[in-house]
């Protein structure tokens, strides 16, 4: 375990010396970025721009990560790539969150990188700050920080950063979190909090939403694997939600923790879906998988529906656009997709009188308080509502159905009230379809997505085991990468260039021996004059490693 993560460690030593010889910034329009998905989209906190960082693709025979960054203009619907010197080394499945203090600024955590062969993790536990004003990368270095992760999530609470979840996974194992930290932005210093009573088991990829009075965030959903009998592993999809609730302040300041128990129309089971926080108090989800797993099979059922949940009567509904939109109000009523377990539909009918108020009081306590409203009032009032909506859509010309193909891990924001959608992934078979098609939702509206960006077939390259590893390939298979990019790999062949050859015959114990002052110079430089001489040394030899096995 420890040589894997010196040779991963090697690689992202190689890669940040690359992008150590940008002194600058530049910055170029460009088009869309290539294909991704566990990236990180985020609304720029002052500007009508959105922010691109980091992601991986993988085209069936090798795994690309990347730490590019980009801005989308929305009113003129371009991209810019940005270019900044001392960036975070490459990564996936971080987290990246927005505040306006100081100009804008934009945190990341955590995340991973994976060797090329994508068998091999590692996983990051630092911390980033991108200057929006000034563009400078910032590593902030506190004590007390969460382990290294990925698949956690972070949102803003008040003045802190909430870090929940994710998982580590090695060679030989795997575990998952359910710990909850927070770093502060006055005094940039870490907690873990110890919160009262029964929180969320451990799980990654969940919903993490912060409440509409900033006073705690709710969890919903996620995954966890586990290992079964006979070393089988055993994946487990979780639904359920809870509250992480804050009381006090400053050095009274207490946490709790709360199951919740929410009505409406749930979402199915799944995972890999995609979540942001819209307008009008009311989270959403995008999306996602639900793998069915057999001893031998591994099969996923993608989705690209839309669910929001209301904060204030504590209810989910489907986000159906135009007259398919009724079915918010009355589950599924009127049949149509929507589809839902039988144990909810045998509840609904009594749904819709229930106003449910137990998540956001001003006093802080966390109660339920139902309001019931006769029967027959909810269903005149849904009536009158149904027939102007009726009304509406009687007048409007039928158009051609446009909407987001079914996804998961897709890259979701939302500004001004609309709802972006970027990239992500599905499957047909053993064939990984990773995308770079780029959409827009109006929340208030819901009518129509818009197509900012279409999917290119081109970008759909896949390299099947058996065919040529040659240079050509792999270059056509990074799905359309710009030429930023190619200029990034031809530096890389440049720098290879630079190091010390390896002889024809040459073991590799005898290239590390001769080649050892060398390589220990160039772990040295990356490493900075503190690094211990024995780590040194051993990173040294990792990336000797790394280029004799590349070159053989």
């Not at 294909?35 to 960082?53: M, N």
């Not at 031998?296 to 209810?315: A, C, H, P, S, V």
């Not at 839902?340 to 819709?352: A, G, K, N, T």
């Not at 099947?464 to 240079?471: G, P, T, V």
Request: with cysteine; aromatic share 10%.
């Amino acid at each position: 375990v420890a040589a894997v993560k010196e040779d991963l460690e090697a690689l992202i030593a190689e890669f940040q010396l690359l992008d150590a010889k940008k002194t600058q910034v530049v910055e170029s329009t460009c088009p869309p970025p290539p294909p991704r998905l566990h990236a990180s989209l985020c609304a720029h906190p002052e500007k009508d721009e959105l922010i691109l960082f980091g992601g991986e693709y993988f085209n069936g025979k090798k795994t690309f990560l990347y730490n590019d960054l980009f801005f989308y203009n929305i009113k003129k619907n371009t991209w810019v790539k940005s270019e900044i010197p001392s960036p975070p080394p490459r990564r996936c499945a971080h987290q990246a969150v927005v505040v306006p203090q100081g100009g804008g600024q934009m945190w990341v955590f955590g995340g991973e990188f994976a060797s090329p062969d994508g068998e091999q993790f590692y996983h990051y536990k630092d911390l980033w700050v991108l200057h929006l004003n000034t563009h400078t990368w910032e590593q902030i270095k506190a004590p007390g920080a969460p382990s290294g992760r990925s698949g956690h999530r972070m949102v803003l609470s008040k003045r802190q950063l909430l870090v929940f979840g994710g998982f580590h996974e090695s060679a030989r194992d795997y575990i998952y979190y359910n710990d909850i930290y927070a770093f502060n932005l006055d005094t940039f210093t870490w907690s873990r909090l110890t919160p009262s009573g029964t929180g969320p088991l451990p799980r990654s990829a969940c919903q993490m939403t912060p409440t509409l009075d900033g006073t705690g965030v709710i969890i919903y959903g996620g995954y966890s694997k586990s290992r079964a009998k006979k070393d089988v592993d055993k994946g487990t999809i979780h639904s359920d939600m809870f509250l992480l609730k804050r009381e006090g302040k400053d050095e009274q300041e207490k946490w709790s923790w709360t199951r919740v128990s929410s009505s409406g129309v749930k979402p199915p089971p799944r995972t890999g879906f995609s979540m942001g926080l819209g307008p009008t108090g009311r989270a959403l989800l995008f999306g996602g998988v639900c793998d069915e797993e057999d001893e031998e099979t591994l099969q996923g059922d993608f989705f690209n529906d839309l669910y929001l949940y209301d904060f204030t009567k504590n209810r989910w509904f489907p986000g159906q656009l135009k007259k398919k939109r009724r079915r918010g109000k009355k589950g599924v009523e009127e049949g149509g997709q929507m589809e839902e377990s039988p144990q909810e539909s045998s509840e609904e009918p009594q749904q819709p009188t229930e106003i449910v108020k137990e998540i956001v009081t001003e006093d802080g306590t966390v109660m339920t308080i139902k309001e019931v409203i006769p029967a027959a009032q909810a269903a005149a009032e849904e009536s009158e509502e149904e027939e102007e909506e009726e009304e509406e859509e009687e007048g409007a010309a039928a158009a051609p159905k446009v909407e987001p193909c079914p996804r998961s891990n897709a890259m979701v924001t939302v500004k001004h009230g609309k709802l972006y959608l970027y990239g992500g992934m599905f499957e047909v078979g053993d064939r990984q379809f990773t995308l770079n098609d780029f959409y827009c939702l109006d929340l208030q509206k819901l009518e129509q997505w818009e197509v900012l960006v279409q999917m290119d077939p081109k970008t759909q390259e896949w390299l099947e085991e058996s065919e040529s590893e040659d240079e050509g390939d792999e270059e056509e298979a990074k799905g359309g990468e710009d030429d930023d990019d190619d200029d990034d790999e031809e530096s890389s062949e440049e720098e290879r260039d630079e190091h010390p050859p390896v002889k024809p015959g040459e073991s590799l114990a005898d290239y590390q021996s001769r080649t050892e002052a060398y390589w220990q110079g160039v772990a040295r430089t990356n490493m900075g004059p503190d690094a211990k001489d024995k780590k040194v040394q051993k990173v040294g030899l990792a990336m000797a490693k790394v280029f004799f096995e590349d070159q053989a």
